[in-house]
């Protein structure tokens, strides 16, 4: 296969709504440049880009998936994304791999939940977006009221550099074409079994003074803001066609002027040409300004320092700190895309040299980098890698540096995909997407190239799990396969999470939502061989004391030869919210031997730890030992910390102990007509209300509620703003349960565990 510099490769992330169309036009368009001999349907499962067995099962996009089209000389790199808005991070990550967002729209609904969404984060990378109104072959498109009123609904959305660079040609026998108001041709498709090749023809005279009408308007808004374009235009009326294609080719990559155009993915209408205008207004990989990243240095990179963070949350829990899915630091705005087309001085936030960024030309004289944007585990090939060439020419076999994580990687077999299938290639040009094989350590979002030229592109920040469930083996075997089967799951999709509760020990799986974390029982079930349960999670309460209280523990025992002694008078008072436990000692006199009080201080600890009320960590007191006695013989360290624990469990009686619950703070986004709705609800949810904003016609609800509110939220969220709204939430601290509440959880929780004498 041949290798295309740069200056001949267009990445186009493919975004949009579900059931706009996406994946059924990708096969059509691939089908018109005949990369495939028929036609693939979604349908049917031939679709190119829907190979996954979850997805051909559900009918549904649910992960990025790569294609290419070869179209007089340029290759066309298309990334299908999912439209569902649980996973609109997938779509996120495509973005910032492309250099364009092909928007796709409904041309029946018009713009949806998610298209909205998509045109937000394609705002956020400066991706210049091109917008298709697909399925016009269907009697409905125009929704109600027509294409006039759906094109108006794209101006008041995001203004009038929405602008048609063709007119949809329909007839009785329905759409059949487009006009080209840049070029002022008719392409025209039999209206039935169309193979994707239009013929060219002169504009149908009925539509020949609404396209020269448009074709001004065109010329009018490409030239805006360019005297020597404007000149021209006034002098001669309008613009020699080759200027007239630089220009929206420059102002379409400038995100001055968004095109709409026409199309049918399924009737195969118009997408030859689509493609054609891909190979030429579709900014080319190179012409992306740079990539921008942060220098790799000495300490831990950005990455890294996630990563580490995220795998202490995961498995430690001795700290006292809790930590749930919704603690980790990444969150859906957080990460800073790099932006694509601006100059580092113009950056969203302000990214220069100096602030630790580095900004890598696309070009093949810069040295090799490759950024990771996917992973894909392969029953047959193992782990496959999805890159971006960040800069430089990659060669088979070579030899690379994952500066990430600092290992060494073969890049053995070089290949690009065609969907699940992937083509041997021995080279690519810097801006190029390819995929490896069986790299060792490499994950998605790790920078890849020559050493001593380290770089660090930053990826995509994951947003927080939306649900969390607990997973269950249904047998022993299952058990076994378990977490290696999971681990194989996360490689692929981020958005999973895995853990084990420190506190309550179920194993925890998190992810964007319901259907999501279905997907991921079903793929255990179906590629691993694993069948769990779910059950939804526990609350992760944990008990405190209201008041200072004193008590004297002593165990004495007498059995034969050497017996036990430890007498103990211990203090325990209350402390703030997150002082977690501390410890004193006030034995000056030598009542207790010094060597003997630490063993009380474990004796209260771990009694702490097993819970008084209802078996949950005691938190927030610091416990003082300030007497005893022992005896010279009978005491040892065993002795001491029962007398401890003795002590602490009869001081805790008379402390008012009560429960503890953890407090999220909640962000939720929704559309402004249903931010009285989105509040209400919260209200029934123990929820405090902390403001409100609007950022255009989204409002932003800030809220602090109890978690165990929270657990059904997504679903809720999802019924109350249909599948418009998002949410974020993170724990907030603990606060002491209301009484009416505390009684109900006390009445269902299991009895402190035993004791068990060690
Ligand atoms: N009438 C019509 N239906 C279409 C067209 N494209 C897709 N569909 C149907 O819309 C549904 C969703 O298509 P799909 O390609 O999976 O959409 P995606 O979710 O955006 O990837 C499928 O049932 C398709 O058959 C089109 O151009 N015209
Ligand atoms: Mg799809």
């Not at 295309?4 to 994946?23: D, F």
């Not at 008041?547 to 017996?563: C, D, F, L, N, P």
């Not at 300030?626 to 065993?638: A, R």
Request: proline content about 5%; some cysteine; aromatic content about 6%.
């Amino acid at each position: 296969m041949k290798t295309y510099p740069g200056s001949e490769i267009r990445n186009v992330a493919v975004v949009g709504h579900a059931h706009s169309g996406k994946t059924s036009l990708i096969a059509s368009l691939l089908y018109a440049a005949r990369m495939t001999a028929t036609q693939g349907l979604v349908s049917a499962g031939s679709a190119v880009t829907a190979y996954d067995e979850e997805e051909i099962a559900r009918s549904t996009t649910m992960q990025n998936a790569v294609a290419f089209a070869e179209w007089h000389g340029v290759k066309v790199n298309l990334i299908d994304t999912p439209g569902f808005h649980m996973f609109s991070h997938e779509a996120r990550a495509a973005m910032q791999v492309a250099e364009s967002a092909l928007l796709v729209v409904n041309a029946q609904s018009g713009v949806e939940a998610v298209t909205e969404r998509a045109w937000r984060y394609a705002e956020e990378f400066n991706l210049p977006r091109i917008i298709v109104l697909n399925q016009m072959d269907s009697p409905r498109a125009g929704g109600g009221s027509g294409l006039s009123a759906l094109m108006e609904d794209l101006h008041d959305r995001w203004g009038r550099t929405c602008v048609p660079v063709q007119l949809p040609i329909t007839g009785p026998e329905g759409f059949h074409g487009v006009v080209d108001l840049v070029t002022m041709q008719a392409f025209t498709y039999p209206a039935s079994g169309s193979d994707g090749h239009g013929t060219i023809g002169e504009i149908p005279m009925g539509l020949l003074a609404q396209a020269r009408t448009a074709h001004e308007a065109l010329v009018e808004l490409v030239a805006e803001g360019k005297d020597e374009l404007l000149e021209e235009f006034f002098e001669i009326g309008t613009i020699p066609e080759q200027h007239l294609i630089t220009a929206l080719h420059e102002a379409i990559r400038e995100d001055r002027i968004f095109p709409v155009l026409f199309a049918s993915g399924l009737a195969s209408v118009a997408t030859d040409h689509l493609l054609d205008f891909l190979r030429v207004y579709a900014p080319a990989a190179t012409e992306r300004v740079a990539f921008a990243a942060s220098v790799v240095t000495g300490s831990l990179t950005p990455r890294e320092a996630v990563l580490a963070s995220i795998s202490m949350d995961r498995t430690t829990g001795d700290s006292g700190e809790f930590s749930h899915s919704g603690s980790d630091s990444a969150s859906e705005s957080g990460g800073n895309p790099p932006p694509a087309y601006s100059a580092p001085e113009h950056g969203p936030n302000g990214n220069t040299v100096e602030s630790g960024l580095v900004m890598r030309a696309v070009s093949d004289d810069e040295p090799v980098a490759l950024f990771v944007y996917k992973t894909m585990t392969d029953p047959f090939a193992g782990r496959i890698s999805f890159f971006k060439v960040v800069s430089g020419v990659v060669r088979t076999e070579l030899t690379v540096e994952n500066y990430s994580r600092r290992v060494p990687e073969r890049l053995s077999h070089l290949s690009v995909m065609q969907g699940r299938k992937a083509i041997e290639v021995k080279e690519l040009r810097a801006g190029d997407l390819g995929a490896v094989a069986k790299l060792r350590e490499t994950l998605t979002g790790d920078t890849l190239g020559q050493k001593g030229a380290e770089l660090c592109v930053e990826p995509v920040a994951m947003p927080e799990p939306n649900m969390t469930y607990a997973i269950e083996p249904k047998t022993r075997a299952d058990e076994d396969r378990l977490a290696a089967a999971l681990h194989k799951i996360i490689e692929e999709d981020q958005m999973v999470r895995f853990f084990r509760d420190p506190e309550t020990h179920e194993f925890l799986v998190a992810g964007a939502g319901q259907q999501h974390i279905e997907t991921v029982v079903a793929r255990l079930r179906r590629r691993y061989h694993t069948e769990v349960t779910l059950k939804a999670p526990k609350v992760p309460y944990r008990e405190t004391i209201r008041v200072r209280a004193e008590a004297q523990g002593r165990h004495k025992k007498q059995s034969g030869g050497h017996g036990q002694f430890g007498d103990c008078r211990v203090r325990i008072e209350p402390l703030s919210r997150g002082s977690g436990f501390q410890f004193s000692s006030e034995i000056y006199g030598g009542a207790i031997p010094r060597q003997y009080v630490p063993a009380v201080e474990k004796g209260i600890l771990e009694t702490a730890l097993r819970g008084y009320l209802a078996g949950y960590p005691v938190v927030d007191f610091r416990a003082t030992v300030y007497d005893g006695s022992y005896h010279d013989v009978d005491s040892n360290e065993l002795s001491f910390k029962i007398a401890g624990r003795l002590a602490f469990r009869k001081a805790m009686e008379l402390a008012k102990p009560c429960l503890l619950e953890p407090i999220m703070h909640v962000t939720v986004e929704g559309p402004d007509e249903l931010a009285g709705a989105l509040m209400g609800d919260l209200n029934t949810r123990r929820g405090r209300l902390l403001g409100m904003n609007a950022r255009g016609r989204i409002s932003v609800i800030e809220a602090e509620i109890p978690m165990a509110e929270m657990l059904n939220y997504g679903p809720a969220l999802t019924s109350i703003t249909q599948g418009r709204g998002s949410f974020h939430m993170e724990i907030k601290g603990y606060e002491i349960v209301p009484p009416a509440v505390a009684e109900k959880i006390l009445a269902t929780a299991k009895q402190p565990a035993g004791e068990d004498e060690d």
